[in-house]
């Protein structure tokens, strides 16, 4: 369906940023190949009973790592002009630090050379939550300042490396999730500071401020060395919440969600360096207090906004608030919110069906909203911003019997053309500087605490012998590209050979 019937005559602006996403932990496999040390996902997959849902481990995966020629060249083949993938903190530095691993420079030059032969653009991420497990024993990785120089050390050396062949880097995935089990900063009970629940908020804020300083700390860097070379930003964790009614309480609580969400790590970026007072207010001493010095290297440290807008909520306040705020099991607030799917008007919606992503729920009007309220109401100094991740689950796919019918995947079709079209009418109606918008993920791949049972690929992923098949959406995702390409005159297809 389309949403807009004169969206039509629209083009995207010249320049536009688009193609596939996917992180080093979740596609390459080769957990213990050619010297890489061990990340805290090879921990958490092979060590912690029940952390992953299905019992599997990111060791083989799609093995990318081994078939990054096919990868690429079938990217290339598809017309996909841009892929997005992160480098192996623990490959390049199997202690996290200390000694390099030629082996794996030698691969990622490798990787680098055949993108550049397939004149593919990159847009690389440093860190997609593959912690060195050696920090991580050392000293607690991201509960401890070392963290910032160690980081540092890495990632100047792959900036050095490969800055000739990028445009925009990516330092750190979805910083807000040093509050989730299932991401880079373990995790409850493997870690005394999380024993209990004002210790464990102590911990999450901590390692949240760390993560921002190891950002800026390497923005600040490369602002310096390559000025005017290119461009540095993180990619936000961050959904679209709508106020369930009209009441006060419900206005506060999609405000307060926004805050302590974007405005944890974004406030100080596009302000005065700083947290947001509402933070510093509800928190304490839960939250670490940033000196001057800290405020000067975060002010300005990105160069423009990335977020990874899945879906959306609606956000109802709760009425015992003011207690659940004091309540120092509840710090972070947005546990004091309610929140429900929202259901845009005349759409199917619901939650994936996997129970994998029952958190996923296909709202496209939520993202073109989400987009105005992100660059005119919370950070007007943003100058553009781009879809660094979306994406859709389809429901069971790992339960349908026939191939045919897990690639015939309507549903997610359905979600990247509602999505894409909204995006459009953002620019396109709302003047929104929407700047690239790149789709989750090239293939199937390992879903963190769900495991590979959960399928968010493009491709589908055979893991007995790894072939990997396009599925519907990805044609259809290509194609929208195609009709609404920079310089694309209209509704004409430019190929109808994709056409679903
Ligand atoms: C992102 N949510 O995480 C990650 O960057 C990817 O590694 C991951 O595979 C992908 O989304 C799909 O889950 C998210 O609950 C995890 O809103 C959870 C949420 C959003 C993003």
Not at 125 to 153: C, K, M
Not at 340 to 355: I, K, N
Not at 444 to 471: A, C, I, M
């Amino acid at each position: 369906p389309s949403y807009f019937s004169n969206l039509s005559g629209y083009s995207l602006p010249e320049g536009f940023a688009w193609g596939v996403a996917s992180s080093a932990y979740q596609i390459e496999g080769a957990a213990n190949a050619e010297g890489k040390g061990p990340s805290i996902w090879d921990f958490l997959s092979h060590r912690v009973v029940n952390q992953v849902a299905d019992n599997t481990t990111g060791d083989v995966v799609g093995s990318h790592y081994f078939l990054y020629k096919q990868d690429i060249a079938r990217l290339k083949g598809l017309g996909v002009p841009a892929f997005s993938f992160s480098i192996s903190w623990p490959r390049i530095f199997p202690f996290g630090k200390g000694p390099i691993n030629e082996e794996a420079v030698q691969h990622y030059d490798d990787v680098m050379a055949e993108l550049a032969q397939q004149e593919l653009k990159i847009a690389p991420v440093l860190f997609h939550w593959d912690t060195p497990l050696a920090l991580f024993n050392e000293y607690g990785a991201w509960s401890d300042r070392q963290i910032v120089d160690d980081f540092f050390n890495y990632a100047t050396f792959i900036i050095q490396r490969y800055d000739h062949l990028v445009e925009e880097w990516f330092t750190i995935n979805e910083p807000q999730y040093c509050n989730w089990q299932y991401s880079y900063y373990p995790f409850g009970t493997y870690l005394p500071l999380y024993n209990n629940a004002t210790q464990g908020a102590k911990a999450r804020f901590t390692c949240g401020h760390y993560t921002l300083l190891a950002h800026a700390k390497v923005a600040k860097w490369y602002h310096e060395e390559f000025k005017g070379r290119g461009r540095i930003t993180f990619k936000n964790s961050g959904n679209y919440f709508e106020a369930n009614s009209t009441s006060e309480a419900d206005a506060v609580s999609v405000q307060r969600n926004y805050d302590f969400v974007l405005g944890w790590f974004n406030h100080g970026v596009w302000n005065d360096g700083d947290y947001p007072q509402v933070l510093k207010d509800t928190l304490g001493d839960i939250l670490p207090t940033l000196t001057d010095d800290e405020k000067a290297l975060i002010a300005g440290s990105c160069d423009f906004f990335a977020i990874d807008p899945y879906t959306s909520y609606y956000a109802f306040g709760i009425e015992d608030f003011d207690s659940c705020v004091s309540n120092t099991s509840h710090p972070g607030f947005p546990e004091c919110a309610g929140s429900t799917q929202l259901a845009p008007d005349g759409f199917p919606a619901g939650p994936s069906a996997d129970p994998g992503a029952s958190w996923l729920y296909d709202t496209p009007t939520g993202v073109r909203r989400f987009l105005n309220v992100i660059t005119k109401e919370l950070f007007p100094a943003v100058p553009d911003i781009q879809v660094t991740e979306f994406g859709f689950a389809e429901p069971f796919e790992s339960e349908l019997t026939s191939l045919q019918t897990i690639l015939w995947d309507l549903r997610r079709t359905d979600y990247y053309q509602g999505y894409l079209d909204n995006i459009l009418a953002a620019i396109a109606y709302d003047g929104v500087n929407v700047t690239g918008a790149w789709g989750w993920a090239i293939f199937d791949n390992f879903e963190w605490g769900s495991g590979v049972s959960t399928r968010f690929g493009l491709q589908h992923v055979n893991y007995t012998d790894l072939t990997r098949t396009p599925k519907a959406s990805f044609y259809s995702f290509i194609k929208w590209f195609e009709d609404h390409g920079a310089g694309a005159s209209g509704s004409e297809p430019a190929n109808s050979t994709y056409r679903l």
